[in-house]
């Protein structure tokens, strides 16, 4: 058991610990605080939206926030899991496997962008710490933008 002081992690297992085991695990992926309020927000002013969904059926990975009519994908990113720039502070303890996750992250989200831009849609990305007025006020711009374009109805 985890909570046993004899528990040693299983073999293979990245936790250094039973505690620091326990702290990963109750990380969420998906439904943070700063998703929830921005999608609270988005949706007071009428709009509509799937929740961690693919943008692209044959990609495999999810957006926080789908506008498919609009094709806009947003994703509100971790500070710590995305590298923030502002925020990030490299792991003291198992530094190489955090530093080499935390880069590959980064590495996977800029070529998310790329697949998702060549397919024609518009990726919005904010950190945690932003705004999260200031975020729903951009996501709902550019939604309301990519729906009304000259010659194109939609709903």
Same mark, same amino acid.
């Given at each position: 058991?985890?909570?046993?002081?004899?528990?040693?992690?299983?073999?293979?297992?990245?936790?250094?610990?039973?505690?620091?085991?326990?702290?990963?695990?109750?990380?969420?992926?998906?439904?943070?605080?700063?998703?929830?309020?921005?999608?609270?927000?988005?949706?007071?002013?009428?709009?509509?939206?799937?929740?961690?969904?693919?943008?692209?059926?044959?990609?495999?990975?999810?957006?926080?926030?789908?506008?498919?009519?609009?094709?806009?994908?947003?994703?509100?990113?971790?500070?710590?899991?995305?590298?923030? *720039?502002?925020?990030?502070? *490299?792991?003291?303890?198992?530094?190489?496997?955090?530093?080499?996750?935390?880069?590959?992250?980064?590495?996977?989200?800029?070529?998310?962008?790329?697949?998702?831009?060549?397919?024609?849609?518009?990726?919005?990305?904010?950190?945690?710490?932003?705004?999260?007025?200031?975020?729903?006020?951009?996501?709902?711009?550019?939604?309301?933008?990519?729906?009304?374009?000259?010659?194109?109805?939609?709903?």
């Amino acid at each position: 058991m985890p909570d046993d002081p004899q528990w040693e992690a299983p073999e293979g297992s990245w936790a250094s610990s039973a505690a620091r085991r326990r702290n990963m695990q109750a990380i969420r992926s998906r439904d943070t605080k700063p998703e929830k309020l921005i999608r609270r927000l988005v949706h007071a002013q009428g709009l509509r939206y799937r929740v961690a969904a693919r943008p692209l059926p044959d990609l495999r990975r999810t957006a926080d926030m789908v506008f498919r009519p609009a094709k806009v994908a947003v994703f509100i990113d971790g500070c710590y899991w995305h590298g923030c *720039p502002e925020h990030y502070v *490299p792991p003291k303890t198992n530094s190489g496997y955090w530093s080499g996750k935390v880069l590959r992250n980064m590495e996977r989200d800029r070529d998310t962008d790329q697949r998702l831009r060549d397919a024609g849609w518009l990726v919005l990305r904010f950190w945690e710490h932003e705004s999260a007025e200031v975020c729903s006020l951009a996501v709902c711009r550019a939604v309301a933008d990519r729906r009304i374009q000259p010659g194109k109805v939609s709903r």
